[in-house]
């Protein structure tokens, strides 16, 4: 768990809740079965509260809780995988959070949280959508998978730096999904949301080839005009990586 | 007026009985898990069954400005099928949910062993969640299976006080009410209890204790049983702060005690139109 998180819970926690979590985290470690009514209580006994990066004190919570699990590789992997099969959203929120870290401190658990980061991709939550789609998914998501994500994400307004390793793993052929996607969006007369150019903007001639230049002389007034204020958010964004 | 309908079925209920209800007064509602009229042939239909108890449902209700929760057990019926009872497994990880407010249905159906079973399982889950239970009544041999169902409780060591014992009528109700727990009764268009005669047990036996619920099931069923015995209730002489009492004040009582109900405030003059709900599917 990123430090500052780590840090916020400690100071956000008081009294009964940190008594609360600590004993938890004893229990998850002693008894394996434990985890499995301790992990939804969470919320009610911790707090719901924000915590920090988009984190609530659940989140950081559980996190913590999974950390202290006795398990390792598969086993882990198919504990983890049950409480998010039985976990509300917010459980399944925890579940997806805590997979990088997981795997930091046991490499044979590796990719085997993947198909739940691909559940929560072909879904529609996207409060899990993003949570899915930290550390853990950038290292283990094929570069098809990673792309449709980040097209999922711009589609369902949800915010790109919200998504890890985009400067990594941005490439020449999410850019030019990006551009189709603007002019798309120019056709119809609509906005475009002002993360994506950054990283058309990274690969030189990707917009031109969309098409979306010769919206500005669309007969269309609407799409002209929706083509005249993409280029100028275009022409006003640095490329990705030149900060 | 303000109505906590403590025990409705709403998954086999429209949008449009969702907005009577809210027009009605109803606020809030607990629905406890039953079977589904088809019976159920594994236990992946009772969890899916379930999350749509925590998730789906609630949207649903919240969508017309009524807050949802539920209770979560292996009804009586289905305790008798060697494919459904293995669902008292993972019972534990539902008991835990923060919109599970106690363990119901459970009870007798037919009174078997498989029956005794799982009541006397449930009943030690409760304790262990510190959750109250609801529990169901026989349709047959009501007397003979509610006493039954009281020795019952009473050795399970579960506080009376905790226990809501539901579907009672004229013949039952003084065997509940001197056992100490809560007692239910389901107010139905033409079986088990109408709404005058409601009112005449609630004359003879006093408004504590006692929750009305509509049921509102896959039988022939009225969600507004609830308003209609309330009307019942004034016009038969009993005054606002009565009918406020078993039509709200009772069942945040009840349900309360799991220490999970935490609804938001309605006031009880609320006569409010619902005019949109931005709470979002999942909650925390
Ligand atoms: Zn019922």
Redesign the interface.
Known sequence: MDPHIRAALDRQLTGDARRWLVDAVVRVSQDLTAV??????V??RCG?GPLAAGW?V?DAARVRLLAALPLRGAELAEEITALHR?G???EQRAVLRSLALLEDADPSFAGLGLPLVREALRGN?T?LIAAALGPYAARHLDQDGYRQAVLKCVFCEIPLDRVAGLDERADRELARMLADFAHERVAAGRDIPADVWPIVRAHAGVLEASGLPAEADSPVPDRRAAAVRALTAYSATAPAGAS | MRIFDPHIHMTSRTTDDYEAMYAAGVRAVVEPSFWLGQPRTSVDSF?DYFDAL??WEPYRAAQFGIQHRCTIALNPKEANDPRCAAVLD?L???????RVVAVGEIGYDSMTPEEDEALARQLALAVE?ELPVLVHTPHRDKAVGTRRTLDVVRESGIPPERVLVDHLNELTVGLVADSGCWMGFSVYPDTKMSEDRMVRILQEHGTGRKLVNSAADWGRSDPLKTRKTADAMLAGGFDDDAVDEVMWRNPVAFYGQS??L?LEEVKPDDTALFAGNSIR????
């Open positions: 499995r009514t301790v992990f939804p209580a919320g009610r719901r609530t659940a039985y509300e959203p917010a939550d409060d | 969890t925590l998730g993972v534990p990880r539902y008991l835990a949910k923060d969640f220490g999970r935490d599917r999942g909650g925390e």
